[in-house]
């Protein structure tokens, strides 16, 4: 055998048959023919890849398949979803700006504002149920407004018109990763980029780190850049499971919206609950909004205080639940619970918690695919053997 082609071995050979499955292109470097093919490349004159920290076939099939789903224009993937709204602060940010964030946004994202005031950003946080606060807030130097679609963990629920109405030619950036696009398309209210953490329901089966972010393609392609420039790329196998995950999308939310509303109204009826989180509950303040713009749920997100006292309260309860596990995670296609105090939060001081409501007894249940009968009958076990 020669060196030529021993070192063709294992490579794809054409045919006219095509696989059923997407190929995974688990490659560091793509070859190519000559320095002319590279400049075209480069210029855009042909499509193809160069090096997988820039762009890559798995890369790019979840891009545009995110693209599709979110009606954007173009979409981009990243190592996490921390990855991609670092990808969207660097790209639209620079010394001398100002941003507005939702003050109920994802602990981890709050951090990260914090950090680029750093850089000269400056950051300032608002109300996001008092949208109209807005009209004041925005200076000539706002680059963006940041708000989620459902807040992390007390479910507060973005009026997304409302808020688009209110800042005018600002853009506005969305994360809607507990909602997804079978649930709300925020490009189609007049967002200018939606991004996800597509760790969660976008892949579903908790075994991916990845994000994604979606918009038009000016605003998109920096973002590429940007990723590749700080080492943000996503991994090819991790696209390809991600895609994957999307054939089922539809499914699973439908399932785990109509579990989850089952689920908070059993809960709220539980005297060991003082408490329950979730928009589509007549006492949640976000109710009107959340029955306006999610008419099929706010996907699979309940936030409980136990009527106990304390981090003790907690751990007696999550010590008597023999299949749902504390996993500080969330939209894996089992059921799981996370204590927002100890983790997602827990770089707040308790006064700082204290005043964005998140108490000790608070826990969040992201509802997988399980019967509701199951579930329903293990958390009443466990309320009633901890004695909340």
Known sequence: MSDVESSRMGHPVSGVTTPSAPPIFQTTAFDVPDLDVLQQLYSGEVT???????????????????????????????????????SIFLTLLAAGDHVLVASSLYGKTLQLASRMQRLGVTVTAFDVSRPEQLRAMIRSETRFVLVETVSNPLLEVADLPAIVDCVGAVPVVVDSTFTTPELIRPCALGAALVFHSASKYLNGHGDVMLGVAAGALELVRPLRETASIFGQNANPFESWLTQRGLRTLALRMKQVC?????????????SGVRRVYYPLLSDHRSVETARRLYPNGTGGIISVELAGTGFQCVNQFLRHLPTIPFSPTLADARTTISHPATTSHRFLTSQQRGEAGICDELIRISVGLEPFELLAQEFAAALGRVGV
């Open 48 to 86: 193809g890849d160069i090096y997988t920290r820039d762009s890559n076939p798995n890369h790019s099939a979840l891009a545009d398949s995110i693209a599709r789903l979110e009606h954007a224009e173009a979409g981009a993937v990243f190592a996490s979803g921390m990855g991609a709204i670092g």
């Open 258 to 270: 109509e579990t989850t509303r089952r689920l908070a109204e059993f809960l709220a009826s539980q």
